[in-house]
């Protein structure tokens, strides 16, 4: 199986081009288990596959570390947008991607060699509704989680939820620190209230324009970079009115630009992806039994 290995702000993935290697029959949380493996395999937060669609230009199925399906994931988006313009897969500098959260629209701005530098992705309008993120609203008649005490082992947060294709708690804290990520992160992601398991953001704002942002993503643990959280934590911050609707993001990994325009009410990320090689898997493919 030939991949190639991007990371966008050092949340790396494995990535597969289904057009060449369709990987028919295999089973692919398998898969997504063992090349993730930093010792035993490949290395990286997860596995992500580029293919065919019937719907957009192009289709990307995301699987975590630990086998499980994401419905989204920002800076595989930006990784894939960048793979297929830089291959010559797609005729322009825009283009659709088919996720399971939905379709969205990446836009390529080239560099100086003519390779895709920085991408713009139209990541669709927030979804707030307990509904839709989905989770069980905290109290009858509840139509968005804002603001909302979150206790967890002792402490209690205060927290709101964003769906950006995949569900995020967003916990505004006085200021991040790593071990409370690694501490609390696995139970907030496993609250019984997110049936589906969350994605949570720990987020410090710095100032209108700046947010400083730790995650811990559901299947993968702690990451250097969550662009959907990036995403879910400025429209978090700008329904608390914490911030403007136009921020930088700083993530471990470096740093996005999130606008959420109140014109069309739809999110907008702007952040680069890199291509660090391509390889083999030499390893045995998992198939499924027949």
Known sequence: MKFTKMHGLGNDYVYVNCFEEPLTGVDLPELARRVSDRNFGIGGDGLILIMPSQQADFRMRVFNSDGSEAKNCGNGLRCVSKYVYDHGLAASERFTVETLGGIVAPEVI??????????????????????????????????????????????????????????????????????????????????????????????????RQELLFRVWERGSGVTLACGTGACAAVVAAVLSGKTDRRVTVHLAGGDLVIEWREADNRVYMTGPATEVFHGQYLGELPYLSP
């Not at 390779?115 to 307990?130: N, Q």
């Open 110 to 207: 080239p560099g100086a060699d003519g390779k895709a530098e920085l991408i713009t992705i139209d990541m669709g309008e927030p979804r707030l509704h307990p509904d839709d993120i989905p989770m069980q609203a905290p109290h009858a008649g509840c139509d968005v989680v804002k603001e909302q005490p979150l206790e967890v082992d002792g402490r209690i947060f205060i927290m709101t939820a964003v769906s950006m294709g995949n569900p995020h708690a967003v916990l505004f804290v006085e200021q991040v620190d790593d071990e409370e990520v690694r501490r609390f992160g696995p139970f907030i992601e496993r609250h019984p209230w997110f049936y589906e398991r969350t994605n949570v953001e720990f987020i410090q704002v710095l100032n």
